[in-house]
């Protein structure tokens, strides 16, 4: 059985949940997501790094919020994808400001081309059925940059 939260090869069709974060056209792997919800959020701890988006309650578990928004504000609601199980000892999820349908997406090689300055590294290029470019959430590439293991970003 292939690993659900391995990094999709190149090449590879895959279902995803197209969404945007903040204003980037995306897409998260149904294989890592449990659920579409909205999270009560309270802010980061000091000093966490600007991808934290803050920290909420699911049910009894503790989520850890991943925000490309970068809002800081004492409490908030926001529309989120919750990623299946835990790892690193609590539930993550994703804050996302719309969300859109199921589609086909394929990874595309990331090679010469534009740059993407400001860009996660987690974010990886893909390409929906109808030929539309997209950001592919990396879920093992995202949380390697929150728990401190960072790449280029």
Request: charged letters at 20%; proline letters at 10%.
């Amino acid at each position: 059985m292939m690993n659900p939260f391995a990094q999709v090869p190149e090449g590879d069709e895959q279902r995803v949940l197209s969404c945007a974060l903040a204003r980037i056209a995306a897409g998260i792997p149904v294989a890592v997501l449990d659920q579409v919800c909205e999270l009560e959020v309270s802010p980061p701890p000091p000093l966490s790094s600007k991808l934290f988006g803050g920290l909420a309650h699911f049910g009894d578990e503790l989520v850890v919020v991943i925000s490309l928004a970068q809002v800081r504000q004492p409490r908030r609601s926001t529309p989120a994808v919750l990623f299946r199980g835990e790892h690193a000892g609590v539930r993550w999820a994703l804050e996302v400001s719309a969300v859109g349908s199921f589609v086909g997406a394929r990874v595309l090689p990331d090679g010469p081309g534009p740059q993407r300055p400001g860009v996660r590294s987690w974010l990886r290029r893909a390409a929906s059925g109808d030929g539309a470019e997209l950001l592919l959430v990396d879920f093992p590439g995202m949380l390697a940059e929150a728990l401190g293991a960072r790449g280029p970003t």
